[in-house]
């Protein structure tokens, strides 16, 4: 008797294992989940980007800190602000057409030191994308 509440306990967990797996991967759906925290607005669509080419020289893990109001527990803000705390990354870049400099970012393309990369410039502000072209090798005919 117990084999056999066993063995069904067993069936009923791989049961609810494969209709899990069967709702998450969705290949007919026209949504597509990004692990991404950079956001546009719709306003973007369609409208030209400037970039730069250029080379990361090195990286390292720096923490960006910033004062956010506290909350209770019912979610009202206490009047006093706490501190809050969060990874980036910042880079020396050395651009191919212009001086080295420092820039600060969240790296969410994990991108390294010696990494070809885009500098795209929006508003004054820069943000740095890894190099996805492909270079053709010039000696071939």
């Known amino acids: 008797m117990s084999r056999n509440v066993l063995f069904s306990v067993f069936l009923l967990?791989?049961?609810?294992?494969v209709s899990c797996v069967s709702q998450a991967y969705r290949p007919n759906t026209?949504?597509?989940v990004h692990d991404s925290n950079t956001v546009y607005g719709v306003d973007a669509l369609g409208q030209p980007k400037?970039?730069?080419?250029g080379k990361i020289i090195s990286a390292r893990d720096v923490q960006i800190q910033w004062q956010?109001?506290?909350?209770?527990?019912?979610?009202?803000?206490t009047?006093?602000?706490?501190?809050v705390r969060s990874f980036a990354t910042e880079f020396v870049i050395e651009?191919?057409?212009?001086?080295?400099?420092i820039f600060v970012q969240y790296n969410e393309e994990e991108l390294k030191a010696g990494e070809r990369i885009l500098l795209l410039k929006e508003?004054?502000?820069i943000r740095i994308v890894r190099d996805r072209s492909v270079r053709k090798n010039t000696n071939n005919k």
Not at 13 to 17: S, T
Not at 50 to 53: A, G, I, L
Not at 68 to 77: I, L, N, S, V
Not at 79 to 83: F, H, L, N, R, S
């Open 79 to 83: 009047g006093k602000e706490v501190d």
């Open 50 to 53: 400037s970039f730069k080419k």
């Open 13 to 17: 967990l791989v049961l609810f294992q």
């Open 30 to 32: 026209h949504f597509k």
């Open 123 to 125: 508003n004054n502000k």
């Open 95 to 101: 651009p191919d057409d212009s001086e080295t400099f």
């Open 68 to 77: 956010e109001p506290e909350k209770d527990t019912a979610g009202k803000e």
